[in-house]
């Protein structure tokens, strides 16, 4: 059976532009999660879908940041504009019932350099 | 709130000798703990979890951690250190009514041959 896939695995933009990040989850998990870690930083809770909608967003920065998961497949995590500061690893994991003893299963990550 | 203290941002030991990842946590209500491990360039990988039974964990290959409320600890420990070992470990909660799961900041396992 198939991981959680992210991708790009790597993404180098300038401040500014525009990034779409992909996470597509293990077949048949409703719940899916974005992490981010900054350098030198712990892992931080973005947000949490229940199939298409979005359960929690309270660690979602700002409003450059926007999270979608249309037909409650796979997400993408845009963020418009980048900044320098949102330089770091973004990582996707899915679960299958989104409870606290639920195993949450990771991607490889997507490390996203602004320059 | 949950919180999560990785005692040593660097653990160094050498090949043979038992390994002792340290963790406290802090939470509100009867949290689960969950320990992952990241090879350099794979994603995160679970070792073990703590779900309210057994206070004694066993994970993957040969971990595992003990639950000590008295403490708030879920320190991690392995009898004899493989080179294949080395890697990035995070101590984990996951606590009532929270969405997402709180991560300490880390410990770096290097294993010395």
């Known amino acids: 059976e198939a991981g959680v896939t992210q991708f790009p695995s790597h993404s180098v933009i300038e401040k500014g532009q525009t990034v779409t990040l992909r996470c597509d989850p293990i077949s048949g998990h409703d719940n899916l999660y974005w992490y981010r870690r900054v350098m030198g930083k712990e892992i931080k809770f973005l947000l949490h879908f229940v199939k298409e909608s979005k359960q929690d967003e309270s660690g979602m920065p700002n409003n450059r940041f926007l999270a979608e998961r249309t037909g409650g497949t796979y997400s993408t995590l845009k963020v418009q504009p980048a900044e320098l500061e949102d330089s770091g690893v973004y990582f996707c994991?899915?679960?299958?019932?989104?409870?606290?003893?639920?195993?949450?299963?990771f991607g490889p990550g997507t490390r996203l350099t602004v320059l | 709130a949950q919180s999560v203290t990785q005692l040593d941002s660097h653990v160094s030991v050498s090949e043979g000798t038992p390994v002792l990842l340290r963790c406290n946590y802090s939470?509100?209500?009867?949290?689960?703990l969950f320990w992952y491990v990241q090879h350099p360039n794979k994603g995160l990988q679970l070792l073990l979890k703590y779900t309210s039974a057994a206070t004694l964990v066993k994970g993957i290959n040969g971990f595992e951690a003990e639950f000590k409320k008295s403490e708030t600890s879920f320190h991690l420990t392995k009898p004899s250190a493989h080179m294949s070992d080395a890697a990035e470990y995070f101590c984990?909660?996951?606590?009532?009514?929270?969405?997402?799961?709180?991560f300490g900041k880390g410990t770096h396992l290097i294993i010395q041959p």
């Open positions: 994991a899915s679960s299958q019932t989104g409870t606290r003893t639920d195993t949450q299963y």
């Open positions: 939470s509100s209500y009867s949290p689960s």
């Open positions: 984990v909660v996951s606590e009532w009514g929270a969405d997402g799961l709180t």
